[in-house]
């Protein structure tokens, strides 16, 4: 059952909503991914133990459940990736072996089941990114809205629903949320998973951090992930909207490079995006993170763009001789088009100072090698990154050794669990960061409807 406040209440947004005077089994901050599927899991637990399903609220935000959701994957919601659970944990670096017991207990397997369970089957494309049928995010909402309504479970969505502060009393054991409206509802088991600050538009603003800390927990710095990327060079812009399919892209800092937060390893090989401002695609985006944490350090952050990853220099040299010896008349821009976007191909012919019409048995010895290191290792200042206002997720965020991996729970309060993005991991684009949410969510919920029917 969903309970929002919107322009076509009969009270005012501003008046406060109606919570029960007994306490709630469990108290949820967020309707997104993590905190929709612990409630749907604490629920559907306590019916496999033949257990009275559980008082679960949710308070969120913003005016409906899964607004993050409904905007994954271009709309289209890629839910997971098709790998092993050793490749998803890999995907997390340094931090990700956290997640094995979340991915053990809830894999993408079993997301997938639940899903086609629930009406909504699933396929796999490109990269074994895995996407719904219907290829609308608005129908896995609808999915765990659904399922969410038929376990009994409250959803207070809107400003006024929003947590304002949290609050625990040990004699009592329980949990008391003040709203944004002023409400208050009590819970003996609290589960934070409103996200971190990516998005910020969507809601996700940080306050989870907040409360996490009021509650005891140490927040490794946020840090904008999965974010666009703005570089130096003016000429970028003139290919807004190229993209490039299967490049690499190398963090290019000549000194040693630092102790990194996320331990994750570069290349990173994908596609890339030019943008008016500069560099985004999944090639990009996935080593953004990264540069985040350098450009604390360094300022700008070099990159090193291989265009033609699949040919080495020497081949590519060989390709160009080729072209001067064989295909004397036509032109440069015409057969290195035949490598990148045409659009790409004329700038790089400018960069290399290559006359437009110029054919390639002009080509001298010292344009192939100019071009040629175009091709293999083009260059790029960033000097910024589009911050949390267009970072898909967060990097930092709650200290991992302060959470039990096997429950979710927190090691400083045993009535407190975190599951989600507010947490100290991060993957890349690609479905791994929503299966986080999932999982970590499931194995949450899972092990408050254990504690419950437990006493």
């Known amino acids: 059952m969903i309970e929002a406040m919107n322009s076509d209440s009969p009270q005012p947004a501003s008046a406060p909503q109606h919570f029960s005077a007994e306490p709630l089994d469990l108290l949820i901050l967020g309707a997104g991914a993590a905190g929709m599927m612990a409630a749907i899991s604490c629920g559907e637990t306590a019916l496999q133990m033949s257990r009275p399903l559980p008082r679960i609220a949710i308070l969120e935000k913003n005016t409906r459940p899964g607004i993050k959701v409904l905007v994954c994957g271009g709309g289209r919601c890629n839910l997971t990736n098709a790998g092993d659970i050793d490749f998803l944990i890999a995907q997390f670096g340094r931090n990700g072996r956290f997640l094995s017991p979340a991915l053990r207990h809830f894999d993408n397997t079993a997301l997938r089941t639940w899903f086609a369970d629930q009406g909504e089957p699933t396929h796999e494309e490109h990269d074994g990114k ?195 010896d064989e295909s004397g008349r036509k032109l440069v821009k015409t057969m290195l088009a035949q490598l990148v976007p045409q659009r790409l191909a004329d700038m790089l012919c400018r960069l290399a100072e290559i006359p437009v019409e110029h054919p390639c048995a002009a080509l001298t010895g010292r344009q192939m090698h100019t071009l040629t290191e175009y091709l293999k290792a083009c260059r790029f200042q960033v000097h910024q990154t589009r911050g949390f206002k267009e970072a898909m997720v967060t990097a930092g965020g709650v200290r991992l050794d302060t959470v039990d991996p096997n429950t979710m729970q927190s090691r400083l309060n045993p009535h407190l669990f975190l599951a989600g993005e507010i947490l100290d991991l991060t993957g890349p684009s690609g479905g791994y960061n929503l299966q986080l949410a999932f999982s970590t969510g499931h194995l949450a919920g899972w092990a408050v409807a254990q504690r419950l029917a437990n006493g």
């Open 130 to 324: 895995i996407y719904p049928d219907s290829n609308q995010a608005r129908t896995v909402v609808d999915a765990m809205v659904g399922r969410i309504g038929q376990l009994g479970v409250v959803c207070h969505a809107g400003a006024g629903c929003a947590a304002a502060h949290v609050g625990w009393n040990a004699a009592s054991g329980l949990f008391s949320v003040r709203t944004a409206d002023g409400s208050v509802v009590q819970s003996r088991y609290l589960l934070i998973c409103v996200g971190g600050q990516s998005y910020t538009r969507m809601g996700t603003t940080g306050d989870g951090y907040r409360f996490a800390e009021s509650l005891g927990h140490q927040i490794i710095k946020p840090r904008p992930a999965i974010v666009p990327l703005l570089c130096r060079e003016l000429w970028v812009s003139e290919l807004q909207g190229v993209a490039v399919r299967d490049v690499e892209v190398r963090i290019a800092i000549s000194e040693p490079l630092p102790r990194l937060a996320t331990g994750k390893p570069t290349p990173s090989v994908n596609d890339l995006l030019f943008t008016h401002f500069g560099l985004s695609g999944p090639a990009v985006l996935n080593l953004s993170e990264i540069v985040a944490e350098l450009l604390e350090k360094f300022t700008p952050v070099p990159l090193r763009v291989d265009f033609v990853r699949r040919q080495s220099r020497q081949e590519m040299s060989a390709m160009l001789r080729a072209w001067h």
